[in-house]
């Protein structure tokens, strides 16, 4: 896990609750969380990097990676492990090297070429059989920051955001 240097992050369902809410002058919603958030702006500080990739297209999604600082963002992808592959190769950086967090079917293929995949527990049971971590908590409930702990308890990154915090 010292090895990854990307993480990448569907949206719906993983990153929200996978509703979408719309109300009578046709503006949808979506709620993010900010454990989510928090630890993914704390990944980013400490040279991580991150990439969201789903297949929708909503400047909601442009607005929260832009919020988070999150410069790498692949819009309605209709093949992820292709989009994927484009991004990591632009970035140097291998599968080898990434680690995604997804919910559903459309993730099964570039969850099985990364070296770690990821879920929320709320995910469907084809992701679940093959995911290598799977969260205690459901998608946009704190699931991405879940698993970014996992990360970076695995690789030290752990102990320098609590120093951080610890000696403020």
Sequence with gaps: ????????LDVDGT???GKIYVDDKDNSF???????????VNWLKLGGEVAILTGKKSNIVERRAEELGIKYVIQ?????????KKLLDRLNITFENTAYMGDDLNDLSVMKNVVLAGC??????EVLEI????SSKNGG???????????????GMWKKILDKYSNE
């Design 1 to 8: 896990m010292e090895n990854i240097k990307i993480l990448v």
């Design 15 to 17: 990153l929200t609750d």
């Design 30 to 40: 979506k709620a993010f969380n900010v454990k989510d958030g928090f630890a993914l």
């Design 76 to 84: 309605g992808s209709k093949n992820k492990t292709q989009d994927l």
């Design 120 to 125: 929320p527990k709320d995910s469907v049971q």
């Design 131 to 134: 995911s290598n971590f799977v």
């Design 141 to 155: 409930d704190g699931a991405v920051r879940e698993f970014l702990e996992y990360i970076m308890k695995n690789n």
